[in-house]
Structures are given as C-alpha cells and as structure tokens.
C-alpha cells in the first residue's frame, strides 16, 4: 500500500491489461470502425433494455452493415448471467466464425458478452473456469476480441478482466471467470447512453462505482497507479452523482452524466489492479442468496462497513495506514479543508456516506427479503478474494452487524 497523501515513495507499481479507450459524448459513432477493425462477423451480446430508445439498435446494425460487418447473430441477457445463460449463447455461437463480440448494456450484459467471447474457441461449460467452484480449472483460452460498450455507470466490466456469474438460490453463487486475456480489446464510453436512466437505477449504479473506488484506495493491494485514478474517479463521482439523481433530465444532468461515466470507468481499473474490501465481500452472498441488485447490495452496506473499518482499526492497528486513507477519502468527499485533522476527517468518511445513501434512497436490505435468520449464513459465505483485500480483517460479528444494521 503506497503512503496516502502522495508524499512517500511511489514504490513498484505492475499494471494489468487495459482495454482501447473511447471516451466522451458522441463517440458510439466510432463504434462501428472499432469493430470493423476486429473482424467482419460479429455477435451482438446487450442487455434487454439496451438501445432500445430513438432507433439506436437499428441505427446501429445499418451503421456495422455499412462499415462491412455482418451480425452473425445478437443475443439479448436480462439480468445478471447466470451459468446457463453463457453456455447457450457460447454453444449458439460456437463454431459460426464470430471475428468480434460486441456486448452493449449494463454490468450483468457486459459480464454476459465477456464470459461468451472467452468461450467461444473453448469447447467446455463456464463453470469449469469459476473461481471457488469444485474442480475449477484454469481456463486455456483464448478469446475472441470483445468490444464493450456500457450503457450504465456503475461496474466498470469494460475495463475489468473478470465476468462475473450467478445462480440464485440458497445454495446459490456468485463466482467470477478471471483472466487477463478476457480484459476487453476495446471500451467505447459515451456517456449519452446513459440518458434516460431512472433515479433508482442511477444510484444503485453510482453507489457500486463509488465503493469499488473507495474500497480500492483502502485495500491492501493499493498502489500509485490505482490511487491516482481512485481519487479522480471519487472526485466525479462527488460532483455528479448527486446531482444527476436529483434531476435526471435537466440541464446540468449531461456534464454529471459525464463525471459518472468516468467515475465507473475508473473504478473498473481500480478494482481490477488493486482489489476490493468487505462491501464485495457481502454483497456476494447477498446477490447469490437473495434477489438484491449489486448495486443495492453496496449501496446500502457502504456506510456501515466503512464505519466497521474505522472502529476495527482503532480497536486493532492504529498503525494502519488505511487510517491515514480514509482522512484523504473524508477531506475528498466532504470537501473539507486540507488542514482538517485526521479523526475528524475519518468521521466524516462515514457521515457523507451516510448522507449519500439518504439522499439517493437506497432501500434497506429487508426490501429484497433479507432476514436476520440469514445473516449467519451470508457471513459464513463471505470470506472470498474481495474480502482478503480489506484493510484489516472484520470478524464475523462485525460483519453480522453490518449486515442486521443495513436490514
């Protein structure tokens, strides 16, 4: 973990695969270029509810005709996939001479088009490369090239090497297919396509940005490279989440669509070369056991489990230097003066988390039937690889007391 502040070492620093970036308002017009250059057949993987509006999709599908790619096929995912879901598409698709998938949509749908694109060329189901699954093994490759185009600002899949997979139930998971090769070839951002989201979505979608952004600055894989972009990202997020939730549509609603499309892109970096921290670790078997959106998962466990870390910090390792982050995230969010002294500043990392969760409506987890039976079982389930980048290790009552106070 690099010294907070950015006045120590800068000390090693090894960056991940990064994806092409496009970025900025209006640039799915290059959208058909990018894909050209992969290839002339390509598959179209997008959420259900993707550029559906003002003709996009049929803009679209003429607008690759004419660049000179033919659409071996589109397939549509709702939802968060679930194993099922990528195997059909992957056997569908498997063998058609697919050059390029394209995967337009939220988290759930880019998630979708990654897990397709790496099995393509696999014969094999993609259960048998998700971590943490009995004989998991490691998957041979290679991909096929995946353009990434988000319609949301909240998970940042189209920088991230992992495709995250689901089936719900009690028994249920939620396990990700890693790899470096899996990272997109390309990211087209415009954040135009984020217009018309609906409040809840927007900060569901903010709140999950915003937590893989301050959970990566906290975690123990920190790092020179990460915080910068952790701390810009923050910043954005500070400036338009706000804003934009509070009016959709109005004026001032283009330039917060902006801050928050860069806000999740960089979490998506930021997550991806440093890790996470506890929100993930529950949010896991919440979306695996219970009908909660991730978003909603963080949204409303981030307050409590920063204010966890705080206390379990204070009681255990006060040499931590995570204390000292959380004073920089507390002046960053809370805009106070740099001179702010440190306790004060930590307090105030919480409190405008808090504030935040208020004034975006995040609903309780009780909302999507989450018990206080079940938090036994959510904590036992908890401890996987977001968890093991935390800044100190809650124990399971401190875990538990998030999880009962955010019912």
């Known amino acids: ?43 179209l993987v997008r959420g259900s509810r993707s550029l559906g509006a003002g003709g ?105 090497r992992n495709a995250v997979v689901s089936e719900r139930g009690p028994a249920g998971y939620k396990r990700s297919f890693r790899d470096e090769r899996l990272v997109p070839a390309d990211a087209v951002v415009d954040p135009d396509l984020l217009a018309g989201l609906p409040p809840d979505r927007i900060a569901a979608n903010g709140m999950d940005a915003v937590t893989q952004l301050l959970e990566s600055y906290v ?23 706000l804003a934009w939730h509070a009016d959709p549509d109005g004026p001032g609603a283009p330039p917060a669509r902006e801050r928050m499309a860069w806000a999740a892109l960089l979490s998506g970096i930021c997550l991806a070369n440093a890790g996470l921290g506890a929100v993930h670790g529950l949010a896991s078997p919440l979306g695996a056991q219970f009908p909660v959106p991730h978003g909603a998962a963080c949204g409303a466990t981030l307050a409590l489990a920063t204010a966890a870390n705080l206390a379990a910090l204070d009681a ?38 808090r504030d935040w969760t208020a004034r975006l409506g995040i609903p309780g987890l009780g909302a999507w039937g989450v018990t206080a039976e079940a938090v036994p079982g959510l904590v036992a389930d908890a401890r996987g690889s977001s968890m093991r980048s935390n800044p100190i290790v809650l124990t399971d009552e401190e875990l538990a007391g998030v ?5």
Do not use: N
Request: proline share 6%.
């Open 1 to 43: 973990m690099a010294a907070a502040g950015g006045g120590g070492s800068i000390g090693q620093v090894a960056v991940g695969r990064l994806p092409r970036i496009t970025f900025g308002a209006g640039s799915l017009a290059r959208l058909p270029t990018i894909v050209g250059a992969h290839g002339t057949r390509a598959l």
């Open 56 to 160: 996009r999709l049929e803009a679209l599908r003429a607008e690759l005709a004419a660049e000179g790619v033919v659409l071996a096929g589109e397939a549509e995912v709702s939802g968060e996939p679930s194993s099922g879901v990528v195997d059909a598409i992957a056997s569908q698709y498997r063998g058609r001479g697919v050059d390029v998938v394209v995967g337009v949509g939220g988290g759930s749908a880019l998630d979708a088009a990654k897990a397709v694109a790496g099995l393509l060329l696999v014969d094999a189901p993609v259960a048998d490369f998700l971590e943490g699954l009995p004989g998991a093994r490691p998957w041979p490759g290679p991909s096929v090239p995946l353009v990434a185009v988000p319609t949301t600002a909240g998970t940042g899949s189209e920088a991230t």
């Open 219 to 241: 975690s123990l894989r920190a790092g020179a490279f990460t915080d910068a972009l952790a701390l810009a990202g923050l910043a954005a997020a500070r400036d338009g989440l």
């Open 316 to 353: 255990r390792d006060q040499a931590s230097p995570a204390l000292a982050r959380y004073a920089v995230l507390g002046r960053l969010l809370a805009r106070l003066p740099d001179a702010t002294p440190d306790d004060e500043a930590r307090a105030a990392v919480a409190a405008t988390l």
């Open 403 to 407: 999880l009962r106070a955010a019912l």
